[in-house]
């Protein structure tokens, strides 16, 4: 048994979130199943925002349509401008933290270089293993 409907009542312009970019158009394409005759869903990429793609679904180009597309287009260059100040901070860390890492290093060198223990004993008296005094702390 077929059922025509005699309404279709549809709220476009809309955009939904999609994991895939195929998805996007299969959706038309299901939106075009549901309406029948003249009228035809249309479809946008616009890109894609925390791992999602956006699709921008229309039936025609107006004003609502143009409020729309910017406000997506927007949400989407705030997302690129979010993520790309995450990764400049996420390289600053890790540039702080090699810097941090290698001042460590270098203070280690120099202390080994420096290093005189309370009873009088010079760097070449320290063992290697544990870097303690021979005569006082060591247990290797």
Known sequence: MKIKPKKVLVDLPIYLLFETLDEVPQFAAHINAILHGKMKAKYEDMGSHAGQFIGLFYLERNDEYHDLREFVRCYVADGEEARMLRETLEEKASEKQERQTQQDKQD???????????????????????GKCFRCYCVC
């Open 108 to 130: 280690k060198e120099y202390q080994k270089e420096h290093m005189t223990c309370e009873c009088g004993v010079e760097k070449n008296d320290f063992c290697p293993t544990c």
